[in-house]
């Protein structure tokens, strides 16, 4: 089983930039896949990010989101990264980190066997 606890969320002005940190607990990290999700009220969960249990295979949602977000992965040390520049007010929401028993990243929501419980991003323009 895997624990997941997200940190890093805040209020930032657009253009700004912060990084969103997933920490895990549990053994077999380093066997999962992992993914960041973002959900804005009113809205579903929707895919952001994902990367392979080695860091090795990395994807992204869109070119809304592809340039300016960086997955990344440190499993020595259990964590996941989000690295986000130029942020819009769009990207107001909270963040979730995914873990997944496949492997290689994930897109779908469905296809994520843990949860963390999310870190707000607010955006002001």
């Known amino acids: 089983q895997v624990q997941l606890l997200e940190s890093g969320g805040g209020l930032v002005q657009a253009g700004g930039s912060l990084s969103l940190a997933c920490a895990g607990s549990?053994?077999?990290?380093?066997?999962?896949?992992m993914g960041w999700f973002r959900q804005a009220p009113g809205k579903e969960r929707e895919f952001v990010a994902a990367?392979?249990?080695?860091?090795?295979?990395?994807?992204y949602a869109d070119s809304s989101v592809k340039g300016r977000f960086t997955i990344s992965r440190d499993n020595a040390k259990m964590t996941m990264y989000l690295r986000v520049i130029n942020l819009k007010p769009e990207d107001t929401a909270v963040y979730y980190c995914?873990?997944?028993?496949?492997?290689?990243?994930?897109?779908?929501?469905?296809?994520?066997?843990?949860w963390g419980q999310g870190t707000q991003v607010t955006v002001s323009s």
């Open positions: 990367i392979s249990s080695s860091g090795g295979v990395k994807s």
């Open positions: 549990g053994r077999t990290f380093a066997s999962y896949g």
């Open positions: 995914g873990a997944t028993k496949f492997s290689s990243g994930r897109s779908r929501v469905d296809e994520y066997d843990y």
